[in-house]
């Protein structure tokens, strides 16, 4: 996909100043980069505690991120403007959202890197909630390389039950890719099984780390 010079300087200036504020906000550390492939087709796949979760997750990647973000959050002009220079992806989560899966599709096939939040909402309590079988047909379609992912302390930074965020330490933990080969031998049970536990145990890991 073609970007503009000024799309491209842009999603690098807003990354390196978040990061400095994340550092010192939120105190963010990571561990498991190494993990994450420098090309190629990739399905981020983490945890939702909070509306800063898609900024947090970006933090720890080199490469571009795909975000997908609700219908209704264009209709508020300063987040839209934002989120369009963003290339975000739109996706409506009162129907199927099948507009927004196939353009994450073609982003994918274009060897891009596109986070979900498999959970499908944000956690109510901070805890790690059910997979939803929904990115099954990304994962299997394009053929991609599937990235866990977890994180704590995004909950304690921005509960759903206030509006704006607080200080709070974040740790994050990204885990071993789940190959093409290895998704092919999987059903989609077995999928979601396979995903959600190593997104628990990056969660769990990142919870310790912080907690340490």
Not at 10 to 16: E, M, P, S
Not at 23 to 45: N, Q, S, T
Not at 100 to 120: H, W
Not at 176 to 194: A, C, F, N
Request: proline content about 6%.
């Amino acid at each position: 996909m073609q970007r503009s010079f000024t799309q491209r300087i842009g999603y690098a200036a807003i990354r390196t100043v978040s990061r400095l504020v994340a550092i010192v906000v939120f105190r963010m550390r990571c561990k498991g980069r190494e993990h994450i492939p420098k090309d190629g087709p990739l399905l981020v796949c983490a945890n939702h505690q909070s509306f800063l979760d898609p900024v947090i997750v970006g933090l720890a990647f080199d490469r571009r991120l795909n975000y997908l973000a609700r219908q209704t959050l264009f209709r508020f002009a300063p987040f839209r403007v934002l989120i369009q220079f963003l290339d975000a992806i739109p996706l409506d989560r009162d129907g199927l959202g099948l507009a927004g899966l196939r353009e994450s599709m073609r982003r994918i096939k274009r060897g891009e890197a596109v986070l979900l939040f498999p959970e499908g909402t944000r956690t109510a309590d901070g805890s790690l909630l059910p997979l939803q079988p929904g990115f099954c047909a990304l994962a299997r379609r394009g053929n991609v390389v599937v990235l866990p992912v977890g994180f704590d302390g995004a909950f304690d930074a921005w509960p759903r039950t206030t509006k704006v965020p607080r200080a709070s330490r974040i740790h994050l933990c990204i885990g071993e890719p789940l190959r093409p080969t290895e998704i092919g031998e999987l059903d989609d049970k077995s999928l979601v099984r396979e995903v959600e536990k190593r997104i628990r145990t990056c969660f769990e890991q990142a919870k310790a780390s912080r907690r340490a």
